[in-house]
C-alpha cells in the first residue's frame, strides 16, 4: 500500500515562494516518475510537474520557469520550489506517480496553498 504525505502549504501573497515536500512509502520510489497536481476549487485535478528517476522534467506551461520539481532517492522524497507564486495557483497539492503509470489510485491529504493578491 502506497502512501504519500505532502506538507510545506501555507498562505503566502502573491510574488511569495514556497517549498513542498512529499514523502512516499510502500513502493519502489527510486525507479518511479513522480508528479505533483494540484486541484483548486471547482476545477479538476491536473499535473503541474513530473520528474522521472532519472532526473527528467516536465511542467505544465502555467507554472513553467517558475516552479522547480526535485528528489531525493535516498529519502524516498519528491519537492516543488514555488516562487513567484499567483493567486491563480491557489490549490489542494498532492504527490503522486505520473505518466506513462499515471497515479496510484491512494492519494495523500495534500497540502492547501493559498496566495493572496
Known sequence: QVQLVES???LVQAGGSLRLSCVASGTIFRTTTMGWYRQAPGKQRELV?????????NYADSVKGRFTISRDNAKN???????SLKPEDTAVYYCNRAWPAGPW?????????????
Open 105 to 117: 489510485g491512494s492519494w495523500g491529504q495534500g497540502t492547501q496553498v493559498t496566495v493572496s493578491s
Open 49 to 57: 510537474a513530473r520528474i522521472t528517476s532519472g532526473g527528467s522534467t
Open 8 to 10: 510545506g502549504g501555507d
Open 77 to 83: 522524497t519528491v519537492c516543488l520550489q514555488m516562487n
